[in-house]
């Protein structure tokens, strides 16, 4: 099946520091990822769209000079928080569609614990 | 977006069905009906989905009312790995790359 990965799993990080976090698709292609931030005992929650060879598309209410994310490539987006501060700890997840026999579904990364201390 | 409703838990014993409900009584005839599920501390996995027939995998089976305002995700044998919150969420067919608005969902819990 599709595999997703994230990099790293977990980090910890000081105040105003920022944070790169990787989402690469393993043995597929992927023009469009999406972006997700989890925190304690809540749902996900979408944060963007990050599209390959063009800018993401935030959904409102996500700052997009603070989160910036770059498709570089067919198999890798990043994510970074810029200046982080301890309300951006979080779990921030990754997802990738992929088209199979049955249609598309989503296959997503492990996820990436942020604690900003 | 159509939206769905799930009980917030349920609990059931190791090696016994279980059957997850869902309603959606605002489904268009265009939505998908997918099930994902989240184990502690990790990203969702991909259960089952399915349109208008009932549908069986590896992991589970779905089975849909005829009318589609509800689905019920059923786990033949439930082991101690299944502990999860299951979530039933509708998607748009041919729409592309679609994004997922998750609920809360349920919460399962496996009694030994």
């Known amino acids: 099946g599709a595999v997703v990965s994230q990099h790293p799993s977990w980090v910890i990080c000081k105040s105003g520091t920022s944070v790169k976090i990787e989402c690469r698709s393993l043995d597929f292609q992927a023009t469009t990822m999406f972006w997700y931030r989890q925190f304690p005992k809540q749902s996900l929650m979408l944060m963007a769209t990050s599209n390959e060879g063009s800018k993401a598309t935030y959904e409102q209410g996500v700052e997009k000079d603070k989160f910036l994310i770059n498709h570089a490539s067919l198999t890798l987006s990043t994510l970074t928080v810029t200046s982080a501060h301890p309300e951006d700890s979080s779990f921030y997840i990754c997802?990738?569609?992929?088209?199979?026999?049955?249609?598309?579904?989503?296959?997503f990364g492990p996820g990436t614990r942020l604690l900003v201390l | 977006d159509a939206k769905t409703t799930q009980p917030n838990s349920m609990e059931s014993n190791e090696e016994e069905p279980v059957h997850l409900p869902c309603n959606h009584s605002t489904i268009s005839g265009t939505d998908y009906i997918h099930w994902y599920r989240q184990l502690p501390s990790q990203g969702p996995e991909y259960v089952i989905h399915g349109l208008t027939s009932n549908v069986n995998n590896r992991m589970a089976s779905l089975a849909i009312a005829e009318d589609r305002k509800s689905s019920t995700l059923i786990l033949h044998r439930a082991t101690l790995r299944d502990a999860a919150v299951y979530y039933c969420?509708?998607?748009?067919?041919?729409?592309?790359?679609?994004?997922?608005?998750f609920g809360k969902g349920t919460k399962l819990s496996v009694i030994p």
């Open positions: 997802s990738a569609p992929y088209l199979g026999g049955g249609g598309e579904t989503q296959y």
């Open positions: 969420i509708l998607t748009v067919s041919g729409a592309g790359s679609y994004q997922l608005t």
